[in-house]
């Protein structure tokens, strides 16, 4: 029996990746780093940000990555201020709330970016519980954060689904062993297949999805 809704962040209720993408090949650039579409695809989308910056910026120094990490963060923020939710996402958690189902926000992101994404979607309030990967000692492709959400919000992975469009996002919720919707905001249904995700869909109002998560 379905009891709860865990939702990933950038790329699964918002498209985010585009504004990430275009914030990350700004930043880099100025550190004489060039970044295309297609790396930022496979090597970066879902990663946390520390991970990302001893990869691609290895010659940093150490004392000065967090600064650089806010700085690319707040930059984020100033482009992404006219973001809107994937079509059905309000829909689905009316759906959800009109059916006592407990709902989570389960994201790499770091918190600043989360309150501003929540705030700027109206979606401040909507979730029982909230867990960031930079705040556990691992975060995705980990199965902790989704077994964190599963254990905070009382309920077993087989009775909660989890939406995610990154290949670091699957890998953890398929390991946290919770049926996983793959959104395809960043790759193709048969990508998402691969790594484990029961369906792959455009967003949340497609009816496949609907019927899917009805039979549940």
Do not use: C
């Amino acid at each position: 029996m379905l009891r709860a809704l865990l939702f990933d962040l950038d790329g699964t209720m918002v498209d985010s990746d585009p504004v990430h993408y275009q914030t990350w090949r700004e930043v880099l650039a100025q550190q004489g780093v060039t970044l295309d579409t297609e790396t930022y695809r496979t090597r970066f989308s879902g990663k946390l940000n520390p991970q990302l910056v001893e990869e691609w910026l290895p010659t940093l120094p150490v004392e000065k990555r967090k600064g650089f990490i806010e700085y690319k963060e707040a930059r984020f923020r100033e482009l992404a201020a006219t973001l809107t939710a994937l079509p059905g996402l309000y829909a689905l958690l009316d759906w959800a709330k009109t059916r006592a189902l407990k709902t989570a926000v389960v994201t790499n992101a770091p918190r600043s970016n989360l309150e501003f994404m929540l705030a700027s979607l109206d979606l401040e309030g909507r979730f029982d519980v909230q867990v960031l990967g930079e705040e556990l000692p691992v975060g995705k492709p980990d199965p902790l954060p989704y077994r964190l959400a599963l254990e905070q919000l009382g309920v077993q992975p087989a009775e909660a689904v989890a939406f995610e469009d990154s290949r670091s996002g699957v890998l953890s919720a398929v390991a946290a062993q919770i049926p996983t919707v793959g959104i395809t905001s960043s790759q193709d249904p048969a990508t998402l297949k691969g790594w484990g995700t029961e369906l792959a869909v455009p967003d949340f109002q497609d009816e496949q999805l609907l019927a899917w998560l009805a039979r549940r």
